[in-house]
Each structure stands twice: as structure tokens, then as C-alpha cells.
């Protein structure tokens, strides 16, 4: 699984275990879904990941949401 960190000096956003902003370190992790073992298909999803600094808890939101 790749990996890319794309803004190694973190950004600031709320955290919801801390309940305030809290800095992050944000990356970019592309992950591999597979909804259905009928469906040998997979499906590949850039998802966002940022990692609290300060409890260390990771919220991923995918990317391609509308
Ligand atoms: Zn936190």
C-alpha cells in the first residue's frame, strides 16, 4: 500500500476525539475495496487520512465523495 505524505508539517482541523483543532499530518492513501466476494472486482479509493498529532486518531474521508 502506497503511502505519500503530502503535507509533512500538518495542517490544523478539528479533531472529534480531542473536540478542538488539533494539527494533522495528512495523507493520501489509496485503498482497496472489495464489497462483494461475487464481485471479483476491486475498486481502488484515494481516500484522505489525517492523523491527529495530538491523541493520534486517523479520520479518513474518501476522496471522490460528491
Ligand atoms: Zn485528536
Redesign the pocket.
Known amino acids: 500500500m502506497a503511502s505519500k505524505n503530502i503535507q509533512s508539517d500538518g495542517i490544523v482541523e478539528q479533531?472529534?476525539?480531542?473536540g478542538r483543532e488539533?494539527p494533522h499530518e495528512v495523507s493520501i492513501d489509496i485503498l482497496t475495496e472489495s464489497d462483494d466476494d461475487q464481485n471479483a472486482e476491486f475498486s481502488r479509493e484515494p481516500y484522505r487520512v489525517a492523523e491527529?498529532?495530538?491523541?493520534?486518531?486517523t479520520t479518513k474521508t474518501r476522496m471522490n465523495n460528491a
Open positions: 479533531c472529534p476525539d480531542c488539533q491527529c498529532r495530538a491523541c493520534g486518531a
